[in-house]
């Protein structure tokens, strides 16, 4: 790949990616299939299309997949980061106080009944490694749809730009696509 400013545009879209989905309450858009990832590896091919005139499939396709590695990664650093400070006691208080403002059915099993506070640590892992096969395939996605969507939008304003001045050299654009 031979690309004007990849790893420029990989760090940006994967960094917002990555912040965005810290963000508490916004966070929440991420069970909707990933969508900061998408959003992050869609960030990361505009950028890249800003700098080149045209991507292929295969390049917007690796810009997305390393934006959604790159949130992804700094998703889970933070995130691990933050659970690893909470003691198996806080997380026990916790699920007590879960318990209390959601008391459950007489015949319906409880969360501490069904999962230990010493298992949540490697319930967050494999939660971390299924989000992180969403992220890989949302980025994708969203590098592969920006390109369509950026990359048609030059070509059309470079057709409008030929018709509208009737000029045409050689059979040569005189736009920059």
């Known amino acids: 790949m031979r690309l004007k400013s990849v790893y420029k545009s990989i760090l940006i879209g994967g960094a917002a990616a990555g912040f965005i989905s810290l963000i508490p309450l916004i966070n929440i858009f991420n069970l909707i299939f990933m969508i900061w ?3 992050g590896g869609g960030v990361g091919v505009y950028l890249l299309l800003k700098d080149n005139d045209r991507i ?3 390049d917007s396709l690796w ?6 590695v790159l949130g992804w990664a700094i998703f889970a650093v933070f995130s691990f980061l933050l659970l690893s400070t909470i003691s198996v006691e806080k997380i026990e208080r916790v699920m007590k106080l879960v318990e209390i403002v959601f008391p459950s059915a ?3 099993e409880t969360i501490s009944e069904i999962v230990e506070p010493s298992q949540l640590k490697s319930l967050f892992l494999l939660v971390l490694g299924i989000a992180m096969l969403f992220s890989i395939f949302s980025g994708a996605l969203g590098g592969l749809l920006s390109r369509y969507w950026f990359q048609g939008k030059r ?3 470079c057709e409008k730009i030929e018709t509208s001045t009737g000029d045409k050299t050689n059979g040569q654009s005189t736009c920059d696509c």
């Not at 810009?63 to 959604?68: E, F, N, R, T, Y």
């Open 37 to 39: 990832m998408a959003v």
């Open 56 to 58: 292929k499939i295969s």
């Open 63 to 68: 810009v997305g997949l390393s934006c959604g």
């Open 106 to 108: 007489e015949n319906e």
């Open 155 to 157: 070509k059309i304003n």
